[in-house]
């Protein structure tokens, strides 16, 4: 077994409910019908493009005040009552304190969050992280297409964003326009966590050659990285690849993903 999943138990003991709270009714997910995605990991290793199969995706990242909501119901889960091997001492450190966000925007997403509270928050909703495929799936998509990636004057877009990545604390969430899909801010606000980062590689030859660089979460660009003149995808790997599950950063947030009911389709392009 490995050691992430030795711990799922324990996470889930942590995620007690009292009587009478349950989902929140007021949070919008967007389905999402999937279909296929030429990815920046091909799903063969090599080249094959991966499949991706329906969900509903959260439309806002998680915020300061949706989180301090969760820590109220879940105290064991606040900084300094979370195991210390599934929170980091950085733990929610912009914080006043365990349930106070101040002087973070309520509005704002939430942050120095690492992935097992992050799962935690997500199955309080009766959900979880989004898979890698499932995030890239929806952040290919600009405002007005489901897959913008070839568009020159986009990628350039979101490498600006990387030019000034975490020098500021994130702004409101869902402050600017929706993608094709109606799902705010998978450019451009935070960094994000996937459900399946440990099981992701760099790339086909990291695969090939043994060295086994793993994806910890993914980020504000969603490209192909075969094409090598996208720099920012460069650049996301050489951060992501870094990072463990009880760690958390500035600039790195979360969204959820519930899986369907079988009638539920969600939307093609």
Request: aromatic residues 10%; charged residues 20%.
């Amino acid at each position: 077994m490995k050691p992430r999943a030795a711990l799922m138990p324990l996470l889930l003991a942590l995620l007690v409910l009292p009587a009478g709270t349950g989902m929140a009714a007021d949070v919008d997910y967007r389905a999402i019908a999937g279909g296929t995605l030429r990815s920046v990991l091909p799903a063969d290793g090599v080249a094959a493009p991966a499949s991706v199969a329906p969900y509903l995706l959260r439309t806002r990242l998680v915020t300061n005040a949706e989180f301090a909501a969760f820590l109220q119901r879940n105290p064991a889960w606040q900084p300094g009552q979370a195991p210390a091997l599934m929170a980091a001492p950085s733990y929610l450190s912009g914080w006043r304190n365990a349930t106070d966000y101040a002087p973070l925007a309520g509005d704002a997403p939430v942050v120095r969050v690492g992935w097992h509270a992050a799962q935690a928050f997500c199955a309080s909703e009766g959900g979880r992280l989004p898979r890698w495929y499932e995030w890239e799936f929806a952040a290919a998509a600009d405002p007005h297409r489901p897959d913008a990636r070839d568009d020159a004057a986009w990628l350039a877009h979101i490498l600006g964003w990387y030019a000034d990545a975490g020098k500021q604390p994130p702004h409101s969430v869902a402050a600017g326009e929706a993608n094709y899909y109606g799902i705010h801010d998978l450019h451009g606000l935070v960094w994000e966590w996937v459900e399946d980062y440990s099981g992701l590689f760099v790339n086909a030859d990291s695969r090939a050659n043994g060295d086994q660089k793993m994806l910890d979460y993914c980020g504000g660009a969603a490209v192909s990285l075969a094409d090598r003149r996208n720099y920012a995808i460069l650049m996301r790997l050489a951060l992501l690849s870094a990072m463990e599950a009880r760690q958390d950063g500035a600039n790195l947030g979360f969204r959820c993903v519930r899986d369907p009911a079988p009638h539920d389709q969600g939307s093609k392009p």
